[in-house]
């Protein structure tokens, strides 16, 4: 079966800055891929790339054996790849249940989406009882499930998680990571970026390592674990 | 101060509000285009202007009853907005802030010189949507508070569409949808909204509310191509003094700037504006976000 997401020679820019010069990368279906690398690498880049809201310069992107390179965002909400973007970026004056409700802003069907809603509020039961509440006023933990949970609203086959542990205390990232094991456990693919190269190697079925612009280095956890350059850079050993 | 109990003071009130639910309709189709687009727009008086010049055609030259006109404005008014938007301000906003203001500024004063072209420059009566006596109010023996059927009508106007308008933003997925464009345009896109068309729908239902306020400003201030002048400059007053982010403030400022007006309009008609102004700017120093404005927490 080839893989659900595929990334060949991909270049990307910034006006005149090269961001991304030669990436090819590639996600299993029902996998966790760790995207690693120091900050500036591209690892934000390339979720952009992905997910639609910036547009390659050469290279292509194949998502569920077609050409996505050239769709719009909104295009590939609908083909099922949701981006939970750095920072988090909920609607701070919105509800936390129109936050969830405008993640399922695409979809019709509503008995999949109540479906949804249940799962999410049963991932993160903190939601059901804020849902009344401006996203604002969640704190950032609080946030950062409601910006994983809109996405899930989107019913994605394609999760991509911006350091979604950015500034988390270390019970909360716990938490997040336990739902991103269940999320895939549940059927779909996630692409995850993350500072926390330990976590982020602990759950990961296979990991890339970017730098400036380009992969370095590729592997299962355990052979990133072994790379003498890895302990250096990124595990502090 | 003896001459602050002699003022006929409830009919001034009812005056303002009436004159302030003009100000406050003009104000709130700005500040809904400046929550969904970002762009602080300088056309919404002229867009209304245009569109009460269509109504006047329709009215006038094709002699359809005021009720279809004012259907078929509101359709032209819709789609003049999005054409704006997506000729326009999709490309002005390409750049800084101070480009689609300027651009909005432009709009304005081609609007004016259309409309000049087209129809002239004179000063034409617009037809009075309703006619009929008066309401009158016995408040005393002596006293009578009158309200005009046109005040009624605006009044009435006014307080219909701000309820749908409340519940199309509080209740509709579209409606949210928005809200949310307005807060965070890039988690907008990442949820599958398609941001572009949204910002059409924020200017085409701004500029069908400024064709509302420019058909029912006309009939009391008569069509030419100058007629929103002074109200669009006092819309503007009460946006930013009822906080330019907030919908409901919007209408609050307007009404309130219209009370003020008609007090101080009554007492002192040559300082109206300075008075009016002057409290705006009393206010803002005292609350700079505006009377129900919040303070933005932009990001840099």
Request: aromatic letters at 6%; proline letters at 5%; charged letters at 15%.
């Amino acid at each position: 079966m080839p893989p659900l997401l595929q990334l060949e020679n991909v270049e990307a820019h910034y006006g005149r800055i090269r961001a991304l010069k030669d990436v090819s990368l590639e996600a299993a279906e029902g996998s966790i891929v760790a995207l690693l690398g120091a900050n500036g690498a591209g690892k934000t880049t390339t979720l952009r790339v992905i997910s639609g809201l910036l547009r390659p310069t050469a290279g292509a992107v194949k998502y569920a054996g077609q050409r996505v390179e050239r769709l719009s965002a909104e295009a590939l909400v609908r083909l099922g790849i949701a981006h939970v973007p750095e920072g988090r970026q909920i609607f701070p004056e919105l509800t936390v249940g129109e936050n969830l409700r405008l993640g399922a802003y695409t979809r019709r069907d509503r008995a999949g989406m109540e479906q949804d809603l249940q799962r999410v509020f049963a991932l993160f039961p903190r939601l059901r009882e804020r849902a009344l509440q401006h996203g604002g006023t969640l704190s950032g933990g609080e946030q950062q499930m409601l910006a994983i949970g809109r996405a899930l609203m989107t019913h994605p086959r394609l999760l991509l998680l911006d350091e979604p542990s950015l500034g988390l205390a270390p019970l909360l990232i716990q938490e997040i990571f336990r739902v991103i094991q269940e999320v895939r456990g549940q059927g779909a693919t996630v692409l995850l970026v993350e500072q926390n190269v330990h976590m982020a190697l602990s759950i990961a079925d296979y990991g890339y390592v970017l730098e400036t612009g380009r992969v370095m280095l590729s592997g299962a956890p355990d052979q990133l674990r072994a790379n003498a350059e890895v302990q250096r850079s990124y595990l502090g050993a | 101060m003896a001459w602050l109990t002699t003022l006929p003071w409830g009919q001034l009130i009812i005056n303002g509000i009436a004159l302030g639910s003009l100000y406050a309709l003009t104000a709130f189709g700005i500040v809904l285009i400046y929550k969904t687009t970002d762009v602080l727009t300088f056309g919404q008086g002229e867009l209304a202007m245009f569109s009460a010049f269509i109504a006047f055609t329709l009215l006038d030259r094709l002699k359809l009853p005021f009720p279809v006109a004012f259907v078929l404005t509101l359709v032209f008014a819709l789609g003049l907005g999005a054409v704006v938007e997506r000729v326009l301000m999709r490309r002005a906003q390409q750049g800084s802030i101070l480009n689609s203001i300027i651009v909005t500024i432009g709009l304005a004063l081609v609007l004016v010189g259309m409309a000049g072209f087209i129809w002239g420059y004179e000063v034409r009566p617009f037809p009075d949507p309703v006619t009929g006596p008066p309401f009158l109010f016995r408040v005393s023996p002596t006293q009578n508070l009158v309200l005009t059927q046109l005040s009624a009508v605006i009044l009435a106007v006014t307080l219909v569409l701000m309820l749908l308008l409340f519940a199309f933003f509080r209740f509709s997925l579209v409606g949210i949808a928005m809200r949310a464009v307005a807060q965070n345009r890039v988690a907008a896109r990442l949820m599958g909204i398609p941001v572009d068309r949204i910002n059409a729908l924020g200017w085409g239902v701004g500029a069908a509310l400024g064709a509302v306020t420019g058909m029912l400003i006309a009939p009391t201030n008569s069509l030419f191509p100058n007629m929103m002048g002074d109200v669009a400059i006092k819309a503007y007053a009460g946006a930013v003094l009822g906080g330019i982010t907030s919908l409901p403030g919007a209408v609050v400022g307007g009404l309130l700037l219209g009370i003020i007006d008609s007090v101080a309009g009554f007492q002192a008609p040559e300082l109206r504006t300075t008075i009016a102004f002057t409290l705006l700017v009393i206010v803002l120093v005292i609350r700079p976000a505006g009377l129900l404005g919040r303070r933005e927490i932009k990001k840099v």
